[in-house]
């Protein structure tokens, strides 16, 4: 593999995780809700999965348990910020902070540093797609992910018809847009954005399988080092669109993938490149800004 | 003729307060009922608990005999009742057909998880062809006029197939001639076998199209009359409670001298979205002179005025005021030179609801010396500054160490007029200075605004109470898409010939 194909392999790669928490996190974005704990839950998803792939090979209930546990975080972050009108950046937060000290408190517990499901071999959980596989240039960049990058790939498809073909889609939109105009025709806000964050939770449950036992079968603690953040500037540029969003999430994961393949070249400062996607993030956010602005005459703050 | 909608002693209370005191209300199928009131009176929470939007704190509502108990909206339009309400109930990113059908999509014949938009606009291009609106059923909403924004609505509960159809302040934001319309089509639908509830408190439409009408006053009831047995006067005295003068003693006689205050040249703006919104504005005003502003709402008068307190950036354009370019100017710079702002919204822009009457009364001076002691602020003499302000201007106040949100609308705009007039300014920007108020506080706003412009001030008024500015007004400039489309005299103008240029009608003569 030449470098230019293992750079745009690495960057489908790598986009999987944000790309799966783009398209879950946008259903609570058109919902009117900022879930700013995707974070917290994808890191979750992680730690669950190859907690339970110490216990067991069964890649199905190693899935489920992680679906589950982010599920059950999901529906406390929904209580919480839709049926208590909590702050949302609060409970967020606070999920961003409790889940990785829980993590913590456990490895202690059980004395080691990270979490090491040594009967895991990454290259088993790669799939190679037939038809695909076989179309030139393309083929090497497409074929041969875990399954949740093909996930992530059907997810665009299955978010956008979602989203914009099915009550639950135009409900989601409508209470995120005019709360009113759903509750005047007995829409119920709460159930759809109890839905919403839920989907998101699931999705991330996804990105953390993804990252740490799909790739890995390794768990360490902050593995996750700002994704969902990542996600949720990819949401906002991407307004919620599935398709921007995805084309977001896609430009951090080639970030990545940059960062990884130059900095073989780069010697002792290799790990300056590992800055790149946050830069960049910031980069994205204060240029997409400074363009919503660009017509902005008031003098109000907001 | 029989019942078909009753109330028995239904009552609201919010905490404390009785929005509604047992209100027996009784309405005949097929007729229109007007119910009026001032603001604050009740009307709207009462037809919310009709509508189910709030749940009643006690009492009944009887539908065609029998006791009903609604859920919830979905509920009340299941049973015939549907709502327009004053303020749109859409979703502006989405098209016509999905607002109608907002709720009651159509699934596809095969997949039922999907909607079936082709079916959908089908079906809204037929209703729209029934009732004979005129409307494209795929165009997005938030590109329409509000006068079609709110036939949509109208349609979203013919869909649904309600019998009752309740209107609350239907034509505050519509042209003369789409009230106009507006009431033929509610006349139609009458024809058609609808009941018609009206929330209103502009009289002249209660005249012309109910049946009868009910006055509530303070939650009450006050009066059941038929319209044919009843007039202006008799229905604003039961409202208020005291005569009223309708229309303010305007005498335009008052000398007009040459000099002029206050020039706009060619101002412009545009919007957040790119588009011009103030485009090439000007005029001027003279010392001693109200300069009216009419226009729909969302004509670029909100910008204009922004503009001219220095909310907002002009593009391009000055504003010279005596003689000098005041353009862009902050909004304390502005006050510093003797200009006084009444602004749009009270509570975003003129007080801070939050805080206390003597804070807020010293708003927009609070770096002058005359509250301080030892360069901190002395209470005291604020205090002394409020109270002067409450008596001179009669503000009713139940709490005077309480915050702003105590205070009626009308209260409030009062205490916002008396801080304006303090520091004896020359020239007046007042921005809908009566919405939200109750007849009585109009009577004393407007009274307020031509004693200024009797001392000599100059005043630049913008409502879009067409009524309003047409009888304080010396002369009237008509806002349309961010232009000022025509100049006339109020007193040679018919209201159907200023309608039309709120319509974008290009005049045939300009005064």
């Known amino acids: 593999m030449d470098l230019l194909s293992r750079i745009l392999y690495d960057m489908v790669y790598h986009t999987t995780p944000i790309l ?113 596989k076989d179309i030139p240039y393309l083929g090497p960049i497409l074929s041969g992910h875990p399954l949740g990058t093909y996930i992530g790939l059907i997810m665009i498809f299955v978010a956008s018809v979602v989203l914009y073909k099915t009550r639950f889609g135009i409900y989601t939109r409508v209470i995120g847009e005019s709360p009113n105009a759903a509750t005047s025709l007995g829409i119920q806000a709460n159930k759809y954005a109890t839905w919403a964050i839920l989907i998101g939770a699931l999705c991330s449950a996804v990105a953390g399988l993804n990252l740490s036992f799909e790739r890995l079968g390794i768990f360490t603690n902050g593995m996750t080092a700002g994704r969902g953040f990542i996600a949720i500037a990819a949401i906002y540029c ?65 | 003729m029989s019942t078909i909608l009753e109330t028995k002693d239904l009552t609201k209370k919010f905490g404390d307060f009785t929005a509604n005191d047992k209100i027996n209300l009784t309405v005949e199928e097929g007729e229109i009922k007007a119910i009026v009131g001032e603001n604050g009176a009740g009307k709207s929470t009462l037809m919310n608990m009709l509508y189910r939007q709030i749940p009643p704190t006690s009492g009944e509502i009887f539908l065609r005999g029998k006791p009903i108990e609604f859920q919830s909206p979905r509920d009340a339009i299941q049973h015939g009742i549907g709502m327009v309400h004053q303020h749109f109930m859409l979703v502006p990113s989405f098209k016509v057909y999905e607002n109608i059908l907002l709720g009651t999509e159509i699934p596809d014949a095969k997949l039922r998880f999907l909607v079936d938009s082709k079916k ?62 507006l009431l033929l089509q509610l006349k139609e639908l009458k024809a058609q076998g609808k009941t018609i509830i009206l929330i209103t408190h502009k009289l002249r439409e209660v005249m012309e199209v109910s049946d009868s009408v009910t006055v509530i006053k303070k939650g009450q009831i006050i009066g059941n009359v038929k319209t044919s047995e009843t007039n202006e006067a008799e229905l604003a005295q039961m409202m208020v409670g005291r005569k009223v003068l309708l229309t303010v003693q305007n005498d335009h ?44 709402e969302g004509n670029g008068q909100s910008e204009l005025v922004k503009l001219l307190s220095g909310m907002m950036e002009a593009t391009g354009g000055t504003v010279h005021y005596k003689g000098e370019d005041i353009t862009n100017l902050w909004a304390n710079e502005l006050r510093s030179i003797g200009i006084a702002i009444i602004p749009e919204d009270r509570y975003a822009q003129g007080l801070c609801k939050e805080m206390t009457l003597s804070a807020n009364s010293i708003a927009g001076s609070t770096r002058s010396d005359a509250f ?80 200024f412009r009797n001392r000599g001030g100059a005043v630049l008024l913008i409502s879009s109470e067409l009524s309003e500015v047409m009888s304080l007004s010396d002369r009237i400039g008509v806002m349309y898409k961010g232009k000022i489309l025509g100049e006339v005299d109020p007193l040679e103008t018919s209201e159907t010939q200023i309608g039309l240029l709120m319509a974008g009608a290009v005049p045939q003569e300009v005064v």
């Not at chain 1, 917290?40 to 069964?58: D, E, K, P, R, Y």
């Not at chain 1, 995805?246 to 780069?266: C, E, K, P, Q, T």
């Not at chain 2, 959908?120 to 079609?148: I, M, P, R, W």
Request: aromatic content about 10%; overall charge negative.
């Open chain 1, 20 to 132: 799966l928490c783009v398209l879950g996190g946008l259903f609570a974005y058109k919902a009117g809700v900022l879930n700013i704990a995707l974070e917290g839950m994808m890191l979750a998803g992680s730690f669950i999965a190859v907690f339970v792939a110490l216990q067991t090979q069964n890649t199905f209930l190693i899935y489920l348990s992680a679906l589950l546990v982010c599920a059950v975080i999901g529906l406390i972050f929904a209580y919480l910020a839709v049926n208590k009108k909590g702050n949302v950046i609060i409970i967020g937060l606070a999920i961003n902070m409790l889940v990785p000290a829980i993590a913590s408190f456990i490895l202690q517990f059980m004395g080691v540093p990270n979490l090491t499901a040594k009967w895991v071999n990454p290259v088993n959980f790669r799939f190679d797609i037939p038809l695909i």
């Open chain 1, 238 to 302: 991407g307004k919620g669109k599935p398709v921007q969003s995805a084309l977001y999430a896609l430009i951090f994961g080639l970030a990545r993938s940059l960062a990884i393949n130059l900095s073989v070249f780069a010697g002792s400062i290799s790990a300056l490149f590992d800055i790149i996607p946050y830069l960049l993030m910031i980069a994205i956010l204060a240029v997409n800004s400074a363009y919503e602005i660009r017509n902005f005459r008031m003098r109000t703050y907001w």
């Open chain 2, 120 to 181: 959908e606009q089908q079906e809204c291009a037929e209703l729209v062809k029934k009732y004979g609106f005129d409307l494209d059923v795929n165009e997005v909403v938030e590109n329409l006029s509000v006068g079609q924004q709110q036939k949509i609505e109208i349609l979203k509960m013919l869909y649904r197939n309600v019998d009752i159809l309740i209107l609350d302040e239907p034509t505050s934001v519509l042209t003369p001639q789409e009230v106009d319309e």
């Open chain 2, 253 to 296: 006689s008052v000398q007009e001298s040459p000099e002029t205050i206050y020039t706009v040249r060619d101002l412009t703006t545009n919007n957040t979205y790119g588009n011009v919104v103030v485009d090439h504005v000007s005029f001027e005003i003279r010392k001693g002179e109200i300069y009216g502003i009419a226009g729909v």
């Open chain 2, 372 to 451: 301080k002691k030892n360069g901190v602020y002395d209470s005291k003499k604020i205090r002394e500054h409020c109270q002067k302000l409450i008596d001179r201007y009669e503000i009713r106040i139940a709490d005077f160490d309480g915050t702003v949100s105590q205070l009626s609308g009308g209260n409030a705009q009062k205490l916002i007029i008396a801080r304006e007039m303090r520091s004896q300014p020359d020239f007046l920007i007042a921005s809908q200075p009566t919405r939200g108020v109750d007849i009585g506080a109009i009577e004393f706003i407007h009274q307020q605004i031509l004693d």
